[in-house]
């Protein structure tokens, strides 16, 4: 079984604020997803990495891939209230790691 | 164009009893999903169908959880005798295809809360 630790748990912080949240195996992955869920729905895909080492920008997030495959970091620049979710990881859709609560304050 | 929808939206039932969840994907995509999501916690994988086969379930709790797809589209979960423990948001996703590149479409879940 493949699995997938977040962390932290839970972040709250003020808007302006940088942060970054981890998520980590002990298995290769052949690719990579974070996806984020706003309470009340369902989760919606940022983007999908696929080489190791890779590196990718959606505007104020940047999401990088570990050389080894195995790990991978959201990094999000100038948080807003509107990045407050569940920040969610998946390898192969079907083991998700447990999550990070992001909460961000105007 | 239609998202995934589910059915019902919220369920309250009382221990003991049967539940039906439905699941309606986005219409052409192979592949289904359940996910059973506990408050405040991540996604734990329930079943996947490619097609109208479960090429895996083992995330199936225990023989209380069976599902099923028919005609390529539309899915349900079923969870017999329920209890305290199954209560949880149930999230369904659908995508083209399967395999760790496809986009995954959640619906909004189906809250279940069991007395």
């Known amino acids: 079984t493949q699995l997938l630790e977040q962390s932290p748990q839970f972040l709250s912080i003020q808007e302006g604020e940088n942060l970054t949240v981890y998520c980590n195996s002990s298995?290769?992955?052949?690719?990579l997803q974070w996806y984020r869920q706003e309470p009340g729905e369902g989760p919606v895909l940022l983007v999908t990495v696929v080489t190791g080492g890779e590196v990718k920008k959606l505007k104020r997030l940047t999401f990088q891939f570990g050389d080894a495959r195995k790990d991978s970091s959201l990094h999000i620049t100038a948080a807003q209230p509107g990045d407050t979710g569940l920040y969610l990881c998946t390898g192969n859709m079907l083991t998700f790691g447990g999550g990070t609560r992001l909460m961000v304050k105007p | 164009g239609a998202g995934v929808s589910q059915s019902p939206s919220n369920k309250v039932t009382e221990k003991g009893k049967d539940v039906e969840l439905r699941c309606d994907p986005i219409?052409?995509?192979?592949?289904l999903y359940w996910y059973r999501q506990r408050l405040g916690q991540g996604l734990e994988f329930l079943i996947y169908?490619?097609?109208?086969?479960?090429?895996?379930k083992s995330g199936l709790p225990s023989d209380r959880f069976s599902a099923e797809r028919t005609g390529e589209s539309v899915s349900t979960l079923t969870i017999q005798r329920t209890q305290q423990e199954d209560s949880a948001v149930y999230l369904c996703a659908s995508s083209l295809l399967a395999g760790g590149l496809e986009t995954q479409y959640f619906g909004p879940g189906t809250r279940l809360l069991v007395l």
């Open positions: 169908f490619q097609g109208n086969s479960a090429p895996d």
């Open positions: 219409s052409g995509h192979t592949a």
């Open positions: 298995s290769v992955f052949s690719s």
